[in-house]
């Protein structure tokens, strides 16, 4: 899997992810969807963005995909690894062989940056002390949401 030529995105803005999968079987593949599987921040679950293909693989030969990716404030600051899951089926002479699976993991990455934009600024209070957790959370999630805690 080549690497993109710039990494850096910003919190919202999007960012094309070209891949390129080469058909190294002895039949013609048909790619039907590409998932990327990326790092969240606060302990969810992994983030997923699919895209849908329909984009046919000859025997031999490489095919470019391309995958636009909008990171919201729950993707991973900085450095943000992915995975690429492919789904894909073999094109036989009387239609399609079963569904089959491949998962590439950790090929690549992008470089989450805050956003440049500034929207204006939100009051974070908190009474506990044992919130102080929340409150820097609500925080870290607000600067990337455009909006400036304080």
């Given at each position: 899997m080549p690497q993109p030529l710039s990494h850096a995105v910003e919190y919202y803005g999007t960012k094309n992810i070209r891949l390129i999968f080469t058909n190294i079987s002895g039949t013609v593949q048909?790619?039907?969807?590409?998932t990327l599987q990326f790092q969240p921040d606060i302990g969810?679950?992994?983030?997923?963005v699919d895209?849908?293909?329909g984009v046919e693989v000859p025997i031999g030969k490489g095919q470019d995909v391309v995958l636009p990716v909008?990171?919201?404030?729950?993707?991973?600051?900085?450095?943000?690894?992915f995975s690429v899951m492919v789904?894909?089926?073999?094109?036989?002479?009387?239609?399609?062989?079963?569904?089959q699976t491949e998962t590439f993991?950790?090929?690549s990455y992008?470089?989450?940056g805050k956003p440049v934009?500034?929207?204006?600024q939100v009051f974070v209070s908190f009474k506990q002390p044992e919130d102080l957790h929340y409150a820097e959370l609500v925080a870290r999630l607000s600067a990337r949401a455009v909006v400036q805690a304080y």
């Amino acid at each position: 899997m080549p690497q993109p030529l710039s990494h850096a995105v910003e919190y919202y803005g999007t960012k094309n992810i070209r891949l390129i999968f080469t058909n190294i079987s002895g039949t013609v593949q048909l790619l039907e969807v590409v998932t990327l599987q990326f790092q969240p921040d606060i302990g969810t679950a992994p983030l997923y963005v699919d895209h849908a293909c329909g984009v046919e693989v000859p025997i031999g030969k490489g095919q470019d995909v391309v995958l636009p990716v909008t990171p919201n404030p729950l993707y991973l600051q900085h450095t943000n690894q992915f995975s690429v899951m492919v789904r894909f089926r073999t094109v036989q002479e009387v239609g399609l062989g079963a569904q089959q699976t491949e998962t590439f993991r950790d090929c690549s990455y992008i470089i989450v940056g805050k956003p440049v934009v500034d929207l204006g600024q939100v009051f974070v209070s908190f009474k506990q002390p044992e919130d102080l957790h929340y409150a820097e959370l609500v925080a870290r999630l607000s600067a990337r949401a455009v909006v400036q805690a304080y």
